[in-house]
């Protein structure tokens, strides 16, 4: 087992390159094929599609999500999301195929968002799906845990998980 020192996937064409500090090492695998079949194009061009595009995907999305993501952008962060997505009726979309599914409909609203010239949507939508799609490696419990007593202090970027 090498240790990973960087991560990049490239979700046009699926792949994820890992190189290791301890060798020079770049490994490419294909991301996983259940993510790259869930996940929707977001290559429209006209404000309509875009539009249309926005509302199919929040269809793909716990209702809740969209009030809470879009309410107040800004203030999306790790601990608001551990809580928001651990609450007993939002849990069932942190573990699961489900997961997969909210995780890919939420980067391509991100990126929709921007498109429209919506950075902040963009960004909380980003940090989202990013967390989201944490939860499909780690336990969301194990995420609450480290945010517990955190709530008012920022959040060291050695403590971060894998994708935020």
Known sequence: IHSVSSIF?????GTMVASSSS????????MSTTLRSKTTRCNSHSAPQIQKLIERQWERMPE???????ESPDSIDLQRLAKFWSSPLLA?????EITVGVCSASWCLA?????MGKAKEAC??????????????LPIETIVEMCEGKIDAPVEDFDLPLYL
């Open 124 to 137: 909380a939508l980003t940090l989202n799906g990013s967390f989201l799609c944490q939860c499909i490696e």
């Open 23 to 30: 060798a020079n090492i770049r490994v490419i695998k294909p």
């Open 64 to 70: 809740r999500a969209k009030t809470f993501l879009l």
């Open 111 to 115: 990126l929709s968002y921007l498109k």
């Open 9 to 13: 996937y490239n979700l046009g064409t």
């Open 92 to 96: 069932e979309y942190t573990s699961g």
